[in-house]
Nanobody, 126 residues
Framework: QVRLVESGGGLVQPGGSLRLSCAAS????????MVWIRQSPGKEREFVAG????????YYADSVKGRFTISRDNAKNTMYLQMDSLRAEDTALYYC???????????????????WGQGTQVTVSS
């Protein structure tokens, strides 16, 4: 079974930065896409950023474009999310997720991802 483990969350002041990591372990499988999804209390899960594992193509929600950067290290089976210029509205539980399904159009829907981590909390507050 593939396991995803997030780390790097915490409390940060507005304007600050955090770097999240998502490490994959266990039975290897062909990952085609990975995403960061976040969920705030009382809200639905929302797409934050995504990456195609082989090509490295990246995709962002409009709300984080220019502030967040997604990347991956194939050798370490690890995905990252560099979050800069953080705002109070970025406060959420951040999940990483992966899928072995290919798609022509990058899937931004949380329902399109089979394997999930446990989440890491990001709180932006002064």
């Amino acid at each position: 079974q593939v396991r995803l483990v997030e780390s790097g969350g915490g409390l940060v002041q507005p304007g600050g930065s955090l770097r999240l990591s998502c490490a994959a372990s266990g039975r290897t499988f062909t990952t085609y896409s990975m995403v960061w999804i976040r969920q705030s209390p009382g809200k639905e899960r929302e797409f934050v950023a995504g990456i195609r594992w082989f090509s490295g193509s990246t995709y962002y929600a409009d709300s984080v474009k220019g502030r967040f950067t997604i990347s991956r290290d194939n050798a370490k089976n690890t995905m990252y999310l560099q979050m800069d210029s953080l705002r109070a509205e970025d406060t959420a539980l951040y999940y990483c997720a992966a899928t072995g399904r290919q798609s022509v159009t990058f899937n931004r829907s949380p329902s399109g991802y089979d394997i999930w981590g446990q989440g890491t909390q990001v709180t932006v507050s002064s």
